[in-house]
């Protein structure tokens, strides 16, 4: 479901697969190949959401834009290219650089920048405001650098990407 608000439509572009149970409202941008799941909930309506070529953005994910530290509540949210954003995600922060992973469950809460070539595991929850530089891999509650992020686990930003991207076009020829 696409919804204008505040004057602002989505705007998606035409290669960008998006499932018909996903929500996406307002200043929103999706780049080429995006792919948004079923359950996802895109909120652009207190700052634009601009989300980089062949990202996933996986089923369930809630990704909304915003600052308690800004008049009215107002920021952008930017995600990087090739990035994926695990099932159940929630996003508040300001951006996620390309080539990054936030796992499955993770909250990554307001004002937080992150890097590329970054993961972040499944079920972290990463404090407000925290900076977070390229190739690091964070876990825990709340979430700590543990180190330099791998290669293999970087996997599904490089080579499990595909798998979504040939998943995204059969159901777009299915009409899902």
């Known amino acids: 479901m696409l919804r204008s608000f505040g004057g602002k439509a989505p705007r998606i572009a035409t290669s960008a697969y998006v499932s018909e149970a996903a929500i996406i409202i307002g200043d929103v941008v999706l780049g080429e190949n995006v792919s948004v799941w079923p359950g996802a909930v895109i909120r652009g309506d207190s700052g634009q959401i601009s989300i980089g070529q062949n990202a996933i953005i996986e089923d369930n994910c809630v990704i909304h834009s915003g600052s308690p530290s800004t008049p009215d509540c107002l920021?952008?949210?930017t995600i990087g290219e090739n990035v994926q954003i695990g099932h159940g995600a929630v996003l508040n922060g300001l951006s996620v650089?390309?080539?990054?992973?936030?796992g499955?469950?993770?909250?990554?809460?307001?004002?937080v920048?992150?890097?590329?070539?970054c993961v972040v595991a499944a079920g972290a929850v990463v404090s407000q405001g925290?900076?977070?530089?390229?190739?690091?891999?964070?876990a825990g509650v709340p979430a700590r650098i543990k180190g330099e992020v791998t290669k293999e686990?970087?996997?599904?930003t490089t080579e499990g990407s595909g798998y979504y991207h040939r998943l995204a076009q059969r159901y777009k020829e299915e009409g899902l």
Do not use: C
């Not at 499955?104 to 004002?111: G, K, S, Y």
């Open 75 to 77: 920021a952008n949210v």
């Open 97 to 102: 650089g390309s080539n990054t992973l936030i």
């Open 104 to 111: 499955m469950n993770a909250t990554i809460l307001h004002d």
């Open 113 to 117: 920048e992150i890097g590329s070539y």
């Open 130 to 138: 925290m900076k977070v530089p390229d190739r690091k891999f964070l």
């Open 153 to 156: 686990q970087l996997w599904w």
